[in-house]
């Protein structure tokens, strides 16, 4: 049987990049600190996955052919990245250099024995150049063996899925469970791999992975994003997602906002993209996000305003884009301004940790302040100068 090493057995590495794996033959074997996890996937070697729609019965789906290792275990984790057909990555920007070094050493053990086996690394991480990324640390870890990189495939993604937070009471339950979204098309870099493209028949390999990155950034992100800031400011006590797109105005802005940044990235990407076909993407999304069954949150979505608000993220970079294209975004810096409003907080009362050293250091500053010590616009850039003076507004 192949196999698929996947770091992080969180949210999207059980219910989307495992799921997929496992559900086209290949046994997956997770990698987690997270030692309750690892120990109860090794326990029952599946997990379930409740497949939530708004309009039909939940549909339970059990995962199976899995196992785990423990992060600690650096020489089991590197044994089974020598050994695998495909290496994913789910752990978020922050935890990657946590991971490399195991990586780096089953690619070495790897290629020891089979010197000109590829292997395929799946980054599906929410970044934008994620292979110059891998390809710069992992270099830097094997030295004097770095030509080994050249049988190493580094797939860029575009991760689309939708994954609540699970309520405790579920979770007390069946710690392994997940609630999701039934969405399960994975785009890659077509361009990326060395080996064989994956045998799972939601893949989309594309030609130009950035744009479906940009796309995924600048109309899903940043539109999920205005219904949390926007019904916030007109409704702060609306908890769920799908009750904030039935707050009065609330859709027309998302709509508005994801319309703009599909205006600049027809124009970015004109080969990629066209018009009538993001406006499907759009209507498609808005649908997705009102699902009633998946019990997103307008605290989720909204919250890490350090990270929601950096330039290349999903606000900014999409002013930015707009700009760089001559293209209207007036609603996208409305939801700029009103991200600095943002106050959602968790089940238990409590704000997200980072939101409350922004409240307490940034928002003194005024959004001028926050402009420029958060979100890196610079006064002396022509461009950063018109996203400036468009929000500032």
């Not at 995962?63 to 290496?87: F, P, Q």
């Not at 990657?96 to 980054?123: C, E, K, M, T």
């Not at 930015?320 to 991200?339: D, H, K, M, S, Y």
Request: charged letters at 25%; glycine letters at 8%.
């Amino acid at each position: 049987m192949s196999t698929l090493v996947q770091f992080g057995a969180g949210n999207i590495g059980r219910s989307f990049i495992g799921q997929l794996f496992a559900s086209s033959g290949y046994e997956v074997v997770f990698v987690d600190v997270a030692k309750p996890l690892v120990e109860a996937l090794n326990a029952r070697r599946e997990y379930s996955i409740v497949i939530k729609r708004s309009d039909a019965p939940d549909e339970l789906l059990t995962v199976c052919n899995v196992r785990a290792i423990d992060a600690d275990d650096g020489a089991a984790v590197a044994e089974a990245v020598a050994e695998a057909e495909y290496v994913a990555t789910s752990v978020g920007l922050g935890a990657l250099p946590h991971i490399f070094p195991a990586i780096a050493q089953g690619i070495a053990l790897r290629a020891q024995r089979s010197p000109n086996r590829p292997l395929d690394i799946i980054i599906a991480e929410n970044i934008h150049h994620g292979a110059r990324h891998f390809r710069q640390a992992l270099g830097q870890l094997l030295g004097s063996d770095s030509s080994i990189l050249e049988n190493i495939g580094l797939v860029e993604t575009s991760i689309g899925k939708m994954v609540p937070i699970m309520p405790k009471e579920a979770l007390a339950t069946d710690p392994l469970l997940l609630f999701a979204e039934e969405y399960d098309e994975l785009i890659v870099d077509k361009h990326g791999f060395k080996g064989p493209l994956p045998a799972i028949s939601t893949l989309h390999a594309v030609e130009n992975i950035r744009a479906y990155v940009d796309r995924k950034l600048f109309i899903h992100n940043l539109g999920h994003a205005v219904v949390a800031y926007c019904s916030f400011i007109r409704s702060p006590s609306t908890r769920a997602i799908w009750q904030a797109l039935e707050v009065p105005g609330v859709p027309e802005r998302a709509r508005k906002s994801m319309c703009e940044s599909a205006a600049a990235l027809v124009r970015a990407y004109p080969k990629d993209f066209t018009t009538p076909a993001l406006d499907v993407y759009i209507e498609d999304l808005l649908r997705r996000f009102a699902n009633k069954a998946l019990g997103d949150t307008v605290y989720r979505v909204g919250r890490d305003l350090y990270r929601k608000l950096a330039r290349d993220d999903r606000l900014i970079g999409a002013a930015l884009l707009a700009a760089r294209n001559n293209c209207p975004f007036g609603t996208i810096a409305e939801a700029v301004r009103a991200a600095t409003s943002f106050r959602a907080v968790d089940g238990e009362g409590r704000l997200f940790p980072r939101d409350a050293e922004f409240i307490a250091k940034e928002v003194p500053k005024g959004l001028a302040g926050i402009l420029r010590d958060v979100c890196g616009l610079r006064e002396g850039e022509v461009l950063d100068r018109k996203v400036i003076e468009q929000i500032l507004l």
